[in-house]
Nanobody, 115 residues
Framework: VQLVESGGGLVQPGGSLRLSCAAS????????MRWYRQAPGEERELVAA????????SYADSVKGRFTISRDNAKNTVYLQMNSLNPEDTAVYYC?????????WGQGTQVTVSS
């Protein structure tokens, strides 16, 4: 089982990034997918979630209206489009696959928002 995040980097305040998480080794379309983030000294927090077939999504209040989660089950990939980034969005972003009691994590990708 692998979840490989990509797309992180350094971006100026107000900028955008698109994170991707490529999944392999399990039946991707059976799993709800989530993006979490963890800033230094902080607990990991749930940012966005999408159901197994993409019909429903949910977001943390701090990112509503700025971030969009989506998935392509044909490509076994989940995305996080992040717009209007601010320094408080700086964190390591992780993707997570969950189905009932089974869950998998990626290794994370660093997002830094700074001028």
């Amino acid at each position: 089982v692998q979840l490989v995040e990509s797309g992180g980097g350094l971006v100026q305040p107000g900028g955008s990034l698109r994170l991707s998480c490529a999944a392999s080794g399990f039946t991707f379309s059976n799993y709800g997918m989530r993006w979490y983030r963890q800033a230094p000294g902080e607990e990991r927090e749930l940012v966005a979630a999408i159901s197994s077939v993409g019909r429903s999504t949910s977001y943390a209040d701090s990112v509503k209206g700025r971030f969009t989660i989506s998935r392509d089950n044909a490509k076994n990939t989940v995305y996080l489009q992040m717009n209007s980034l601010n320094p408080e969005d700086t964190a390591v972003y992780y993707c997570n696959a969950k189905s009932n009691a089974v869950g998998y994590w990626g290794q994370g990708t660093q997002v830094t928002v700074s001028s």
